[in-house]
């Protein structure tokens, strides 16, 4: 897996590299890219005793999808939040990543104090950069560290049953996928 560190521009700085160890229903409205589900967990912006202390970041409910135009797309390539949720992250071995040989998940690094919404613009621009165009990503919000972490995988993958590996780090988590 390879990480990326990204500062408060978007241009990844260093690269290093490590190991980490969904149903949906999607539906149409006036816009082609728009997207809801219907597994989602509730989000609480409170901690408990068990739960490390942090600076939460802003969370922007409103953004269930990010677009990224190229000038390949200039329609846009569309990402939609099919995940949300507290304390898991999405395995790795998920139907995203189905050749990790020569496609292996990449990991973008952001500052913590970014909101959702902007950190999740970041991570859907550095998957459709990335060589190949990744095409789903976690995002979660890293406590300890005070930082958001993407992980772009290849492949689409709306499949939310894969967000099962608890981190007590991880304070909140959403999953995308991106579509034509």
Same mark, same amino acid.
């Given at each position: 897996?390879?990480?990326?560190?990204?500062?408060?521009?978007?241009?990844?700085?260093?690269?290093?590299?490590?190991?980490?160890?969904? +149903? /949906?229903?999607? &539906?149409? @409205?006036?816009?082609?890219? $728009?997207?809801?589900?219907?597994? #989602? *967990?509730?989000?609480? %912006? =409170? +901690? /408990?005793?068990? &739960?490390? @202390?942090?600076?939460?970041? $802003?969370?922007?409910?409103?953004? #269930? *999808?990010?677009?990224? %135009? =190229?000038?390949?797309?200039?329609?846009?390539?569309?990402?939609?939040?099919?995940?949300?949720?507290?304390?898991?992250?999405?395995?790795?071995?998920?139907?995203?990543?189905?050749?990790?040989?020569?496609?292996?998940?990449?990991?973008?690094?952001?500052?913590?104090?970014?909101?959702?919404?902007?950190?999740?613009?970041?991570?859907?621009?550095?998957?459709?950069?990335?060589?190949?165009?990744?095409?789903?990503?976690?995002?979660?919000?890293?406590?300890?560290?005070?930082?958001?972490?993407?992980?772009?995988?290849?492949?689409?993958?709306?499949?939310?049953?894969?967000?099962?590996?608890?981190?007590?780090?991880?304070?909140?988590?959403?999953?995308?996928?991106?579509?034509?």
């Amino acid at each position: 897996m390879t990480t990326i560190s990204v500062p408060k521009s978007t241009a990844p700085s260093t690269t290093k590299t490590t190991a980490k160890s969904s +149903s /949906s229903q999607k &539906t149409s @409205s006036h816009s082609s890219f $728009v997207k809801s589900t219907t597994h #989602t *967990s509730a989000i609480s %912006t =409170t +901690s /408990s005793v068990a &739960t490390p @202390s942090c600076v939460a970041p $802003v969370l922007t409910p409103s953004c #269930t *999808s990010v677009v990224v %135009t =190229t000038p390949d797309t200039p329609d846009g390539f569309p990402y939609y939040q099919c995940y949300s949720g507290q304390y898991v992250i999405e395995n790795t071995d998920n139907g995203g990543n189905d050749d990790p040989t020569d496609y292996p998940p990449v990991t973008f690094e952001y500052a913590g104090m970014l909101d959702m919404c902007d950190a999740a613009q970041l991570c859907a621009d550095n998957a459709q950069a990335t060589p190949g165009v990744y095409q789903s990503f976690d995002l979660h919000y890293l406590c300890s560290a005070e930082m958001w972490e993407c992980v772009a995988y290849y492949d689409p993958n709306d499949d939310t049953s894969y967000f099962d590996v608890p981190d007590s780090d991880a304070l909140y988590t959403f999953g995308f996928e991106g579509c034509c």
